[in-house]
């Protein structure tokens, strides 16, 4: 029954039983309810009818509240659901973002972490990453002051509720603590805590850690975790596995690229050293043929060229070996990685280069392949300013530039030197042009060259950009 039925029905019902009362009284039993005992029937059976009627009235608007009860707090339930729902998709996709940008491997666990408290209500947070005997190498907190870490000091091992998981592979939700037999206490220093849940961080079978949470709040106070919280915490725990998977195949391919690279870089600098004491041992013979017969001024122009030759020798080897520590690692970014080797180039060259490095290259990356290749080839560019370009000033800048084909890293190596001319044909000529070409072009990047002589030397190098999701993520 609706509210205005109601309303309606407690005015005209009392209305019809007086009329039906009067009717009785006037036409049907006059005789016996005009006089005063029959008044005395009249009010018996109003004031019994009223009572009937009010009981009727309130019982159905009692029953209509506890319906309306019951609806809000349906509702409320609902947009409860819906709100933490909101809160554990948002949280997803802060993840998603972290996963897919260039952050480095621990700021983006921490990241999880954090985001695993925020969705669950808890205090206290923490991520432990193992190695492949399972034993804990880096244990990452979140929640934790300064002072509270500096008092823990030693990381854990794995022992009381941590250690179960290694074990098990299964989440575990415990809603006090110290009443656990699995316990074993917390060290001198350690904040109190009650509600703990610790989910594995697995992936194709492969263990990487585990994720911990302590203390979950909610404004009437502590409360244990729910099953809810333990499968909304299994999402970020799969996208850390993720990002450690991702992370792991990283490195043994930027290695697997670096070893190549070693390889390569070897065999030229086998080719080049022979040539060079090739010579040397030609122009040995020359000036002790001088010596011998009795020109000292022809023996000492092939000292000269001895020495010359010796020295560009020494120099290449050093940057070789520059070159070798240079290579990709997977512990820094590419932007830091060429800026250890310019500081090293401008010490060992005397050449002043001024490294640029333009808005957004800290959030993009390449892949391992590509960027092994442009640290060589801008390696080789700074290489040839040194030998060729007879200047004491060099520019390396990187930037995100937007083409047809989308965002690519363009590398520019400039000088004012002395130039030269692109066009000249002789055998062996540019040969390190073309070789830094072959770089570029076989990882799907482009190298341009504008030059002149007297008009220094532009090399423009573009490198397709690592698009696949935590593909940049670095270990």
């Known amino acids: 029954m609706r509210h205005r039925t109601l309303r309606w029905l407690t005015v005209a019902a009392p209305l019809l039983f007086l009329a039906a009362v009067d009717l009785l009284r006037h036409q049907v039993w006059p005789e016996l309810l005009h006089p005063w005992p029959g008044y005395l029937i009249v009010l018996a059976l109003v004031g019994v009818a009223a009572w009937l009627f009010s009981r009727a009235v309130f019982d159905r608007i009692e029953r209509m509240e506890r319906r309306i009860v019951g609806q809000n707090h349906e509702l409320r339930e609902i947009g409860e659901t819906a709100r933490r729902q909101a809160t554990q998709l948002r949280a997803l996709h802060e993840a998603e973002l972290a996963l897919s940008s260039d952050l480095t491997l621990e700021?983006?666990?921490?990241?999880?972490?954090?985001?695993?408290?925020?969705?669950?209500?808890?205090?206290?947070?923490?991520?432990?990453?193992?190695?492949?005997?399972?034993?804990?190498?880096?244990?990452?907190?979140?929640?934790?002051?300064?002072?509270?870490?500096?008092?823990?000091?030693?990381?854990?091992?794995?022992?009381?509720?941590?250690?179960?998981?290694?074990?098990?592979?299964?989440?575990?939700?415990?809603?006090?603590?110290?009443?656990?037999?699995?316990?074993?206490?917390?060290?001198?220093?350690?904040?109190?805590?009650?509600?703990?849940?610790?989910?594995?961080?697995?992936?194709?079978?492969?263990?990487?850690?585990?994720?911990?949470?302590?203390d979950k709040h909610s404004p009437s106070g502590p409360v244990p975790f729910t099953e809810e919280d333990e499968g909304g915490v299994s999402l970020f725990a799969a996208q850390a596995a993720v990002a450690m998977e991702n992370a792991r195949l990283h490195s043994q391919v930027q290695g697997l690229a670096a070893s190549v690279e070693r390889e390569r870089i070897a065999r030229e600098l086998h080719d080049s050293l022979a040539q060079a004491l090739g010579y040397v041992r030609l122009r040995a013979a020359a000036a002790r043929d001088a010596l011998a017969g009795g020109t000292p001024a022809s023996a000492e122009a092939a000292l000269a060229q001895i020495g010359e030759v010796a020295g560009d020798a020494y120099l290449e080897v050093r940057e070789a070996i520059l070159g070798l520590r240079s290579g990709g690692s997977g512990e820094r970014s590419l932007a830091d990685a060429l800026d250890a080797y310019v500081a090293r180039y401008r010490e060992q060259s005397g050449v002043d280069v001024a490294y640029e490095v333009g808005a957004g290259v800290a959030e993009v990356g390449l892949a391992p392949a590509v960027e092994v290749q442009l640290v060589r080839i801008v390696q080789e560019a700074l290489a040839n300013v040194r030998k060729h370009a007879r200047t004491a000033r060099a520019v390396l800048r990187l930037d995100v530039v937007v083409g047809p084909?989308?965002?690519?890293?363009?590398?520019?190596v400039a000088d004012e030197g002395r130039g030269f001319d692109l066009d000249v044909t002789t055998v062996?000529?540019?040969?390190?042009?073309?070789?830094?070409?072959?770089?570029?072009?076989?990882?799907?990047?482009?190298?341009?060259?504008?030059?002149?002589?007297?008009?220094?030397?532009?090399?423009?190098?573009?490198?397709?950009?690592?698009?696949?999701p935590g593909a940049a993520v670095r270990a």
């Open 107 to 214: 700021t983006l666990l921490r990241r999880i972490v954090e985001l695993a408290r925020e969705l669950t209500g808890a205090r206290y947070g923490a991520l432990a990453v193992v190695d492949d005997a399972g034993h804990i190498v880096r244990f990452l907190t979140s929640g934790l002051t300064a002072e509270e870490l500096a008092r823990l000091g030693e990381p854990p091992t794995g022992r009381g509720l941590l250690g179960p998981i290694f074990t098990d592979h299964r989440p575990i939700r415990v809603d006090e603590i110290a009443g656990d037999p699995r316990s074993v206490g917390f060290p001198p220093g350690h904040p109190p805590m009650r509600t703990y849940l610790g989910l594995p961080i697995i992936l194709h079978g492969r263990t990487y850690g585990n994720l911990y949470l302590t």
């Open 405 to 412: 084909g989308g965002p690519r890293l363009r590398t520019l």
């Open 428 to 468: 062996g000529a540019h040969f390190g042009l073309a070789i830094m070409r072959e770089r570029a072009e076989g990882v799907g990047g482009t190298l341009e060259i504008e030059t002149a002589p007297g008009r220094g030397t532009r090399v423009v190098v573009t490198m397709p950009l690592e698009t696949a």
